[in-house]
Every structure is written in structure tokens, then in C-alpha cells.
């Protein structure tokens, strides 16, 4: 697995990710002094993201803070940070995810100072999970969760023997990171903890052992007030191969992004070359 695709589904109940806005700013590496006895060679990790990160930053991001959005996006099997992140996340413990705190708050700082966006966007997860959601369900994801503007990008990471979800998000909040991965090929947006999602409609038993649900984000009356123009898609075209600003509620936060929806979504014609940087340790 990678941080595009999810290994299991879960529908599970977790409470809000609070206080860590009230955190201190610090350094990237005073914010995981506690992490990183728990992540092998997480030392050596944050030393080639300052090394490597996209800075200067015409965003305004210090170093720091783009040093964190490449950490989160640096690939280490079972062992990679943003995975170790995300179990803290969805462990529904309170205490685990203290220690992560002050990165919480470097990274919402860093996402914070991205433009906004308005895009359809893609993510998956291993299984046929169509049968576990039912049109007009509301649900929330309570990891960090990376997705593309490209499906062949997600496709590319999902199995071709086994059957296979695709999740198309019309997406309110989250960020644009692309420029600040250690992959910046994969066109990645973020969407944050917490973010609310309904779900369109089901595309089912696509040939490939690919299944498409669609979902859109649910915007909050705050959200409203802004008017974001964004416009639902009411038809879904998929081409498939067989072959092949900030939102905050008392200090709870779901990282943000805007996504110009089209009415309709085409698979590219041909993948895209991922070109991947390895991190000089």
C-alpha cells in the first residue's frame, strides 16, 4: 500500500482532533523529538526533507513547513511516516496523539498557506467496499488523506488481479501539494482529518475489477457563506481499460482545500510517467 490507497474500509466513530492549534510553532525536528524513537531512522528521514524540500516558497512557507509536507509524502513501506501518522489518527486515542501534536500544527500551518483550489479529485482502497455504502450516506474520514488529480495515478497503485474501489471526490477543502512532495508527478492533493463526505452514487463491477464510488464534501453552513462556485457533477462518464479558507470549528480543525468541478471524468489516454525522487540519506 501507499499513502493514495487505503488497505480496509471502516466506517468507525472517532471524536475530533482537538487543541493542537494551540500548540507552539517549532522546528520540524523539536516537533517529532517524541516521534522519533517510534519511526526507524525518522532522524535521518527529517535531515534529507530539509535537504530536499521546495524552498524558497513562493507560497511563504518557511522551511520548516515545507519540509514537513515532504516528509509526510516520503515512501517507506510498512514503516512510513505518514502511515505511522495515520494509525495515530485513527486509533481514537487521545494520549498517542498528543505526541504528534506540534507536527499537526507545523503541517496545518504549512496547508494553511497553499492557494485553494476547485478539482475533482481521486483516491482508492484495496477491496469491493460498494456493498458498505448506500447513496445519500454521510461519512467522515479521520486520517490525512492523499489523493491525485489523475486516476491513472490512483489505478496504477491498485491491484490488477483483485477487485478494487475508487473513490471520485468533489472536493470543498484541501490543498494543492504537488509542488512540495517528494513526488511532485502525482499531482497530490490533500484532504484532512475530519472532512465530511456524501455519497452520489455507486459505479459497480467495471471491467478491470474496478468499482467507482462517488462522493462529494459536505459543506457547513460557514462554507455556504463563502459561495464557493462550485458546480455538482450530474453525470459521470468513465472510459475505462480492461487491460489495464482555513475551516475551524472551536478549535477542531479539518485541513482545507477548494476544488471547478466538470460534469464529466475521462480516463487519460495514456499514464502518466512517475518520475520519483529518492531521498539522498
Known amino acids: 500500500m501507499n499513502r493514495f490507497i487505503d488497505g480496509e474500509f471502516s466506517k468507525k466513530a472517532l471524536p475530533p482532533i482537538c487543541d493542537y492549534q494551540s500548540e507552539k510553532l517549532v522546528s520540524l525536528e523539536e ?34 513547513e515545507s519540509a514537513a509536507l515532504y516528509l509526510y509524502t516520503m515512501e517507506g513501506g510498512e514503516n512510513s511516516f505518514y502511515r505511522v501518522l495515520n494509525g495515530a489518527l485513527l486509533c481514537g486515542e487521545q494520549s498517542p496523539l498528543k505526541l504528534w501534536f506540534p507536527y499537526l500544527k507545523l503541517l496545518h500551518t504549512a496547508l494553511d498557506k497553499l492557494p485553494t483550489v476547485s478539482r475533482n479529485i481521486w483516491r482508492g482502497v484495496v477491496g469491493d467496499i460498494g456493498h458498505e455504502l448506500k447513496k445519500n450516506e454521510e461519512l467522515t474520514w479521520w486520517n490525512i488523506s492523499s489523493c491525485s488529480l489523475s486516476i491513472d495515478v490512483i489505478k496504477d497503485y491498485l491491484s ?46 467495471l471491467p478491470g475489477g474496478l468499482n467507482i464510488i462517488h462522493l462529494a464534501e ?53 499514464t502518466e510517467s512517475h518520475r520519483r525522487r529518492e531521498s539522498t540519506l
Do not use: M, W
Request: glycine letters at 4%.
Open 31 to 64: 516537533a517529532l523529538k517524541f516521534i522519533v524513537p517510534l519511526i526507524e531512522q525518522l532522524d535521518r528521514s527529517i535531515h534529507a526533507a530539509k535537504k530536499l524540500c521546495h524552498f524558497p516558497s513562493e507560497d511563504n512557507l518557511t522551511h520548516d
Open 160 to 205: 490488477t488481479t483483485d477487485r478494487s474501489t475508487l473513490f471520485l471526490i468533489e472536493a470543498v477543502h484541501g490543498k494543492d501539494i504537488s509542488r512540495y512532495t517528494n513526488y511532485p508527478g502525482e499531482d497530490e492533493i490533500l484532504l484532512g482529518p475530519g472532512i465530511q463526505l456524501r455519497v452520489v452514487d455507486n459505479v459497480t463491477d
Open 218 to 270: 459536505v459543506a457547513n453552513y460557514h462554507d455556504k457563506l463563502l459561495q464557493p462556485s462550485i458546480t455538482p457533477i450530474h453525470t459521470l462518464s468513465i472510459s475505462t481499460d480492461k487491460d489495464n479558507h482555513h475551516k475551524e470549528t472551536r478549535h477542531c480543525t479539518a485541513l482545507t482545500i477548494f476544488a471547478p468541478l466538470t460534469s464529466s471524468i475521462s480516463k487519460r489516454s495514456s
